[in-house]
């Protein structure tokens, strides 16, 4: 089988998904609006969305512009290329996906307002969804395949790794330029989306928060409600977090899963015997191809809804059968393309680490397929009030807020063992089956049908979205009742989602590391933490996600505590407020939540990138392999405590809104307490418990790229301490 | 010098330090009562404390005699016994200084009452606190010299490690006798310090949190209001956490931190071509001869306090001189001992590490004792109102409870970062010092002079009590004022204490884990985190903290909740009470924490025994090491959290109380907030924070005695996987 050809699966996935998205692109904005009232709340949301996302990437452009620069001077212009075209891809995927969420909510609205059936609506909103799934997942492949086809084949680095003849670097000669090339790439992705995730969540939940805290909490009035000015804002932060943020979130883990694979077939090559040129091919092209295949079976999954004529009313069942039609083809296909290019190559050498033939790296894969399933059904355990724990923090907000919290925060602790053993039994698994490289396969399995899960996870912010402009254009409690339900299910489904996003950002790092170790150990691999140095990287390594986190957390407080004291001052001073008499002042809100998210995203952003750069300067490789492996392991634990504590909490507050907790409801005390849960929990799992994924991958991205010059010029080395 | 002769000075000290603390002892028993009422109160406290202990004494000794046959049977007999006595000598230093505790807090009060002096009543308080600083450290020193002339001299076991002729274990015929008696004594300490301060942990905060969510928030009573079902209990809490669960716990950080050494000395000189067996004398010595160097310098410094005529107001800098003075005197001391034990002995090998001649083991102590201050004073920071982290969750308490809680969590996740630093450039120094010794000498050179910090730490609780006494039998306003200033000192100057118990812990959990693999590594020390398996342990293991800490937190939760429902029906049922005609019923209040903390100590405890022990007979020893590695680092990460977010959120209530926080004040709405804060806090840093030291530590512990058969026998060893 012609290795190149192959490549040429990936290109129609690719054209076949984008023309798919633009064709539902065009469907949906072409759909009516709905009332006047309706077009111009839908008109300020997109105002403002567009307006902090244009803020934003003017932001990002400098810093990925200082990057580029330095990625050009320090590596190659191959990598700052790439970088370049990572960056871009990341940042066109987030934006396109907020465009047509900001189109597509207020449609779905005026759907479930003339027809009054859900699975009308559906369409709407999965149709507006689809357009992101499509282009995140076909976004990235195209970077691949550009990247791929033009610095791997035209420019022959590919050839230079398979000739031996590697080491061209001219600063350490340790390094290919190919993987040099990849991690500019995937680096590229990774920080358009660590600032996108970080400033939109920092955005969304302050005005989460603040809207709230004052509205529900303070004035008692319901959720979306026009007369509280921090509304429009809190509708613009689902766009821009939950719906830009999640898109370039799931770009750069998709990209990260691919490319670590790849880079690690590289380094398997450069530094371990390894049986044959083909056989390298083989390995760098599988994970490509095997994406490409993931793409096509997302676009059937996807087509599944939006072809069907009717579609049943449990919606939950049928947002389930798309993704499972979605992640059986590509299982399916995933074997049959295991089999064919891995049958008829070398797999002797014990270093290749294939174990069951052929179908070794088929099989790790599914072993992660499997794992993000069931990491997903844990978490939907421990968040769902369909079970016991969430259960227990609906009825400790009986003893007041201080228990639902104090509850909340154990059964958040307790989840994480659970999804970390299943995580490590499909670590062994996959190692078992296909050695390190079977690793890798495990993370871009899990992500394989990324397509049909961001699908789904971006139809719920486009119906929550929806269900803010019926409230808001004061539509019949009709309109409201079918987004309401439609958004109850988004949030269900997101679990699963959350589930494949930490897993595979753990497997992605742990390949990312191997490629790293690779890169300055040669064939001697070797992590070892009894070495003082490494152990206390290991230890700064572990405190940086709680750092991280913290400084997040903050953040979003800060933001919260301007939005509340602006909200209690409208409604003090402007008159006739509350009585819905008067306007309020929407577009001071909109600002404070952009503000805050601008000011305050760039710390945390620039310190992740710089923590592994300076200490690798300082202490030099070994600190920071322990720094990398270090902050894995806890922003594993704080990405599971942080979801899962999150959205107990979430639920359990809705729990009682269902009259879960006899004698408790709407408005009642334990309601009261719950509500405090549940803004405890906002900025823990959407703000910091999906920017940790990325911080992992971005340091490990960092570190791979810099290792080659800090391996050879660092201070500790310098002064002979080391 | 003789080596056996100095062992002497180590007589001394033991003897010096014991007659003291039952020269105090009796000193405070002889004082009287005050008013019959005051009796009354105390009384109930002390039956309430006396009854708990017996009961979860009754328990511990049931599994610590099925331990101790099990030791018996797998290991030695000299270490099942070993086990006994580390026990028992744990359980009687928590006993007596609860018993201690009991009798000094109504003294306190009536001091307080009779002279209305802040520096005689603080001698009446250091005074009890004394005993059990001093008994601390010299039950643990007295166990140590027992085994140590017993097993290690007269028995002949040093001679054998001597001799070469290791391997007498009939098993496995790895390891020496003398290191696995070592541990069974240390293993002894550490189940009863766990049990304790579980059990104490869950009893004090269910008492408190109950008491406090009905009283303070519902009702609105001051705090020890005798109209309060829950009162009586809480003050028990103090004695049986604060104090018994305390005394066990440093008792067994201080024997951990020496005998860590001593084993690792052991091993160094098993495994790795040593210098001469003078050389392995003088480095299992050292550790045990520094700390009854540290006895002695605490005597002087507890004596300045309790001999000086006349204190002076400033109650913080005369107990900060008496800690000063032991500390000061301890490293003198050290450094005369550090020069004449190691001037005369062959230090020039490699491996020895020792880097600057004889004084290096003593410099690798003083960068302990200087990492512990600095860890204390990053807590300080970051707990005390005097500085910006606690002043900002105070700021934030007027956005109400849900912002109080999120800025607190952001406080304690960013004040991870500082002292892990610390903590990573002393073990940095300490090994450039005097290699892998020098880590351990850093962790016993910390705790060296604990009998001044314990009786620092235990005089907080007492003064606690007292002021609760006070209030309870209506004494006037003047001896609650006293008792406040003894109890706000004794708050801040526990911080450093903390630092200490954490600082220590890291050093002693690293040295043991050293220890554990030379056990089965042999010379090839080697904990590879590339390794899939040692990489799955870690995981695991990193997630143990988590659920651990969410079990505790989850039972204080259930006791409390358990507590405000019986407060709430007293409240309500017994007609009077809150107008003080009647007393509310204090004995169920008193079973229900009571029967919360046996019930639910259990699991948690026993699960951290058994998780090393069942995963090492099937995954074997890698996966264990990678466990033992990854909870240490998790459960530094959470111990410090949960310390610091408990501590702030604490201040941050009582800075409101002292008028900080502009127009708020008791009572007022931000005040309220920062209830749920402190509350939420509660068991994070009682009961969670100062347990998560006791559970490394044990699973190191257990470990290296299992380490020995599993090593052998192990599932997958067996199947062939590994």
Redesign the interface.
Known sequence: MNNNLLLIIVGVAVILAVSYAVFNYLCVKKMEEGTERMGEIAGAIRIGANAFIRYEYKLVAIIGAIIAVVVFIVISWQAAIAFVIGAVLSASAGWVGMKIATYANVRVTNKARETGDLGKTLKVAFKGGSVMGLCVAGFALLGVIIVYCVFGIAAGQIDEIASGEIGRNFITGLESSFTMTLSGYALGCSIIAMFNRVGGGIYTKAAD?GAD?VGK??AHIPEDDPRNPATIADNVGDNVGDVAGLGSDLLESYVGAILSAVMLACELFMHDVYASTELLNRMLLFPVIFAGCGLISCVIGISYILIKPRLSKNVHMELNIATWISAAVTIGAGAVLSYFMFRDVDLALPAVGFKVGAFSPWLAAVCGILAGILIGIISEYYTSYDYKPTKKISQ?SK?????T???G?????????LP??V???A??GS??LAGMYG?ACAAFGMLSFVAATVSVDTYGPISDNAGGIAEMSGLEHGVREITDKLDSVGNTTAAIGKGFAIGSAAFAA?SL??SY?YAFTGSN??????D??T??????G???P??F???L??A??KA??KM??EVRRQFREIKGLLEGETLPDYKTCIEISSQGALKEMRIPCIMCILFPLVTGFIFGPMFVAGLL??AT??A??LAL?CGNAGGAWDNAKKFIEAGGVEGEGKGSPAHDAS??GD??GD??KDTVGPSLDILIKIMSTVSLVAVVVFSKFNLFGTLG?I
Chains 1, 2 share one sequence.
């Open positions: 928060m805290l909490t303070e400790s003893e007041g807020p201080a228990l919290v104090t509850q925060l154990a059964n958040g602790m307790i989840s994480c063992m970390v053993v995580l490590a039994v670590i062994f190692y078992a690793i742990l590391m191997t170790l691999l070797l992590l070892d933490l009894i003082p140095l152990l206390c990287g290991a230890l700064c572990a405190a940086l709680f750092l986190s913290g400084m957390i903050e979003v407080a919260a505590r509340v004291e492996i270090g392991i806890t594993i634990m405590f509500v405090v803004t405890v900025p823990l301490i």
